[in-house]
């Protein structure tokens, strides 16, 4: 489903370079679960937007669903991104203005879906992640394990085939996190897969897969007491 083969990534600021991401070959399955380790500044979040077509890679290819996304336009790219990549980030990321029905609707809007349609959507979503009878609520109403969970709705609404999470219980308190990763396996178990990016070695130990990434050079793990080591 994703295939990443001599993927690097180089910045430059102010005449400094940065070898973000050294190349490196990845290749992830519809329904893996990976989760993704390595202290702060080793090129995760690099990762993560580049996987998430966010961010463009400087060198090798990406495949996303059989499709090279490095010859995409701009436009093709954000009609593909929203199709395909469900995101959920640490702070939520929802919009305060907007019930928890318009914001799972968000994502939705741009997509070819009729009225009732997304409507069908929204509420399978909110049903999936147990807030459908709050669906007027606002995000301030909620908790913030709730607010996750409607992140985690809008994601999912659109039907991606991946979904992209960055840190999604960083800001959750551990009975809420393990909530939030209790309802990210069920999605995974229903096909979709899932990268996640976790500082919680008990949480990547949870997915079917364990990348490290150390100073920008990718390893999969085989198991987590490496990453510990
Ligand atoms: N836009 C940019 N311009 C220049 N350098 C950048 C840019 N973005 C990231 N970097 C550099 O790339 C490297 C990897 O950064 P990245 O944000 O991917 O790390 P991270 O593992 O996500 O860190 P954290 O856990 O702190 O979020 C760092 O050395 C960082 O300074």
Redesign the pocket.
């Known amino acids: 489903m994703l295939i990443m083969k001599n993927l690097a990534k180089v910045?430059?600021?102010d005449r400094i370079k940065?070898q973000?991401l050294h190349p490196f070959d990845l290749q992830v399955e519809q329904g893996e679960f990976v989760s993704i380790i390595?202290?702060?500044?080793?090129?995760?979040?690099?990762?993560l937007n580049i996987a998430g077509l966010l961010e463009e890679h400087s060198e090798g290819v990406y495949l996303l669903g059989g499709q090279d996304v490095t010859t995409m336009k701009d436009k093709q790219k954000s009609a593909f991104r929203n199709e395909k990549i469900g995101f959920v980030f640490q702070s939520f990321n929802l919009i305060p203005e907007l019930n928890l029905y318009d914001n799972v609707d968000m994502p939705l809007r741009y997509r070819k879906f009729t009225a009732a349609e997304r409507d069908k959507r929204i509420m399978q979503a909110l049903e999936q992640v147990g807030l459908a009878g709050r669906k007027h609520h606002y995000p301030n109403q909620l908790s913030g394990g709730q607010q996750q969970r409607v992140a985690i709705a809008r994601a999912i609404a659109g039907s991606p085939a991946m979904i992209l999470a960055d840190e999604p219980t960083g800001n959750l308190d551990s009975k809420m996190a393990q909530g939030i990763m209790t309802l990210l396996k069920d999605i995974n178990a229903q096909g979709t897969s899932i990268i996640m990016?976790t500082?919680d070695n008990e949480q990547a130990a949870q997915a079917n897969r364990i990348i490290q990434?150390k100073d920008?050079h990718l390893s999969e793990l085989k198991t987590l007491e490496k990453a510990i080591a």
């Open positions: 910045f430059y600021a940065t973000a390595g202290s702060s500044g080793s090129g995760k979040t690099t990762f990016v500082h990434i920008g």
